[in-house]
Every structure is written in C-alpha cells, then in structure tokens.
C-alpha cells in the first residue's frame, strides 16, 4: 500500500535513446519532504532517469507515478504541471534577459510558486544582481536563477541535475543551505550529485546506480556502516 505521502514513484522503468538501451527496470520513490540522491559514476544512468522521468528520452516503459496519477504515456508538459520541476545540467535560463525577467518569465504549472520576492529573500545573490543579464551572471548565479525559476513555477518536486558541478565551495554551501529550506517547505527533492560530501549531510536516502540499474539503497543512518561498499560503487 503506498504512502498518502508519496510524490514519485517509478516501478520497472526502462529508458531508450535510439537502440541504446539505458535503463534496465528502474524502481525507486520519493515521499513528500524527503531529499533523496542518485550516487553512482559517470555513464551509470542517473541523468537519463531524470529525463525518463519528464518523458525526456526517446522512449521510455513500465510505470512512473507522479502524485498517484500514472505518466508514462503523458506528454512532457502534461507532466510538468503535475509539479515536477526539472533542472537540467545546462541549466536553461535566458541568458539575453535579466535575473528578473528570466523570473517573471516561466508559467506557473500550479497556483502555489514562490513569489519574486520570497525568492530574493531566498537568493540575497540575485536580488543584487536583479538587472544583469543572464549572460554577465557567475556559474553560481546561474545556477541559483534556474533553481529560483523552477520554485517561481509552484513545482513541488524538484528533479536536479548536478547543481554544484563547477561552483565555488562557498556558492556549494548557499545551494546546500537553500535545499534544506525546501524541505522544510515540505517540497521533494531528488538530486543527482557527484558530490558526496555535498548530498551526504543534507539527503534521507541514497539510491546507487550502475550501467542503469539501482544497485543499493542507503538510509541516511547506515553511511557510515556501509562506507566501504559507496567507495566501491563510486570509486571515491
């Protein structure tokens, strides 16, 4: 019996790009207010179950439930108004507008978003930088306007691809600082991260993925006891 709490859920998920064969029977889920990683290296397959998960890949099969209401034959903006909001690496902002127009610009998929304002509250960042153009913008900036543009939508569950790749330690704290925020908004965050002492202190539970399968699953408990088979898995 699933949770009333659960926002996600894939059962057997498969992922196709052409006839490259990328994920082999995915299951996973997410309950409302958890923040839950995808660890594994480079290839394994964490990437494409966020883009399967938006219906982003050339096909895709088995069952993914998003608030109870099965997508697999939906529409990729169909999905997004369930509440997904998605944050590919490439980040997808509007670098010829300005950080507030890139926010006043993404249409609300449900009536609950954050205003502009909660946001700079939010970002302290962008509201100093609220007349630059997306362009003039540091990595660090870029990434916390695509995450604020997601949060302005009203998504609730936030699929994040590799948000500290590239970015100061100090911008990596701030982004750390603004997930644990969310989730005391009771938002759902499912993040793929390669780094581990960045996801560790902040996420539930880990999902490890290898060549497109769950390999294990890690409460936030057990880390330490099961510290050796990560360093495996990750080659850390």
Sequence with gaps: MSSHREKLRLDGVHAFYGESHILHGIDLHLNQGELV???????????TTLRAIM???????????????????????????LGL?????????????NVEENLMLPPAVRSDGMT?????????????????????????????????????TGANILLLDEITEGLAPVIVQKLGEVLTKLKKRGLTILLVEQNFRFAAPIADRHYVMEHGHIVEEVHAGELQQKEALLNTYLGV
Excluded: K
Excluded at 37 to 47: D, I
Excluded at 57 to 69: A, E, F, L, P, Y
């Design 55 to 81: 219906n982003l890949v050339g096909r895709r099969s088995g069952s993914i439930t998003v608030n109870g209401t099965e997508t697999i034959d939906l529409a990729g903006h169909r999905i997004a108004h």
């Design 37 to 47: 990683t995808l660890l594994g290296r480079n290839g394994s397959g964490r990437s």
């Design 85 to 97: 909001g998605y944050c590919p690496e490439e980040r997808g902002i509007f670098a010829s507008l």
């Design 116 to 152: 502009v304002e909660e946001l700079y509250d939010m970002f302290p960042n962008l509201y100093e930088r609220r007349h630059s153009q997306g362009t003039r913008l540091s990595g660090g900036e870029q990434q916390m306007l695509a995450l604020a543009r997601i949060l302005r």
